[in-house]
């Protein structure tokens, strides 16, 4: 389930920087002068990251070079850029293309390094984190735990086939060494953002987010940027419907699965200063390319293995990321700060039914009578269908 609450559009009373961001170095940027047409540039500000056309209030291009506002009243930033005629630059960045890799023959993922990111906490904060619900006397199901279950088994299968797996955590809890009352005080300015009354009640629930979707999400990128520095970051999450109260939730029959790419950058979003640099970063690296055709192929597993129908967005938040009805593109903190490809998949609803049936049976190997069909478990067909999907993307099986 992807966290939503960080989207909303921003008030223009707003701070300019979104909560716990770091002041952005916008001499990063440089790492790219000269790899980019002007016109590719702008294809992905349109088709990618700023579908609305905001970013012309920052963003100024010419054939040779952009100009950048960092914030307001401040000189632009200079990147030059490549022009007609000339071989543009390889950009710096710590991952490699699928073209710039060597599979061998029936080991497609032998020196890729994947880091497989499980949503959420899990264990003792997954009510906290409200990705938790049980009925009755039933297993609980909570989205932290299960991500969890499916990154151990997709790390195997990935590590079968080549690759160099690491996960961003490897248990249940946070990955970060603070704890919610370590974002009481940032907690005081993200309410006045929202213009809503200081209640205690309030502040430790404010804490609480701060603490488990935006201080943890950033310690994760910290961990991916810095430390493992990966060709591609595997996000694994599971779906869910509106549920309501956890101790009686409501159960539907809708079931599908979409997975999303970095961008659909809102005017609202792109006013602060250090998510327009991440966005930049993001559309300089080249990552939209890989994001894309992994993804596809992820997808194709993902729909061969279970199924499912593709959900569709309604709205602004997302825009539609190719003729593929289950590819969508969302900006989201955990897309967005990771600064390589990344492949973030949303398969499964888990208050559906038929999900919620299989949730009670666990992790199993073989197959079970599930409501008359013979199932694998739901974890492993998770797990298998992504590891397949990504083992068809590098091998070249896929386009
Ligand atoms: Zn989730």
């Not at 909570?142 to 499916?150: R, W």
């Not at 935006?214 to 509106?242: K, S």
């Not at 790419?261 to 390319?289: C, F, I």
């Amino acid at each position: 389930m992807v966290i939503a609450a960080l989207f909303f559009a921003t008030p223009l009373s707003a701070a300019l920087l979104s909560p716990l961001a770091p002041q952005p170095d916008w001499s990063t940027l440089q790492r790219y002068s000269g790899s980019i047409t002007a016109a590719e540039f702008e294809r992905l500000l349109r088709q990618v990251y700023v579908p609305d056309g905001s970013w012309r209030e920052w963003i100024n291009l010419s054939p040779s070079q952009a100009l950048i506002t960092p914030h307001t009243g401040a000189a632009p930033v200079v990147l030059p850029l490549a022009t007609q005629g000339t071989r543009p630059r390889a950009p710096v960045r710590f991952w490699k293309t699928r073209e710039e890799r060597s599979p061998q023959p029936g080991r497609p993922l032998v020196g890729l390094r994947i880091a497989i990111d499980p949503g959420h906490l899990g264990g003792s904060y997954a009510q906290m984190e409200a990705r938790w619900f049980r009925i009755g006397n039933s297993r609980p199901v909570a989205e932290g735990e299960m991500t969890l279950i499916v990154a151990k088994l997709l790390k195997q299968r990935l590590e079968a086939m080549g690759a160099e797996v690491w996960m961003t955590r490897t248990k249940n809890g946070p990955t970060t060494s603070l704890r919610p009352g370590n974002f009481k005080k940032a907690a005081i300015p993200s309410l006045q953002d929202e213009g809503v009354a200081l209640t205690s009640e309030r502040l430790q629930h404010e804490a609480e987010r701060l603490f488990y979707r935006v201080g943890e999400i950033r310690n994760r990128a910290a961990l991916i940027n810095t430390r493992i520095r990966p060709d591609l970051v595997v996000c694994l999450h599971f779906n869910a419907e509106e549920w309501g109260n956890p101790a009686r939730p409501t159960l539907t029959d809708q079931n599908h699965f979409h997975l999303l790419l970095s961008g659909a950058m809102s005017g609202g979003e792109l006013q602060h200063e250090d998510e327009r640099l991440t966005m930049l970063l993001k559309l300089l690296s080249g990552s939209h390319r890989e994001e894309l055709g992994a993804s596809e192929s992820v997808a194709r597993s993902l729909a061969a293995a279970t199924g499912l129908p593709p959900f569709t967005y309604h709205g602004s938040k997302a825009i539609s990321a190719s003729s593929n009805p289950y590819l969508w593109i969302r900006n989201l903190l955990a897309n967005r700060l990771f600064e390589c490809p990344v492949v973030y998949c949303e398969p499964y609803v888990m208050n559906s039914r038929a999900v919620f049936n299989r949730i009670q049976l666990g992790d199993y190997t073989g197959y079970r009578n599930v409501g008359g069909t013979q199932l694998p478990s739901i974890y492993r067909e998770y797990a298998d269908a992504v590891a397949q999907g990504l083992a068809d993307y590098y091998s070249g099986t896929s386009h």
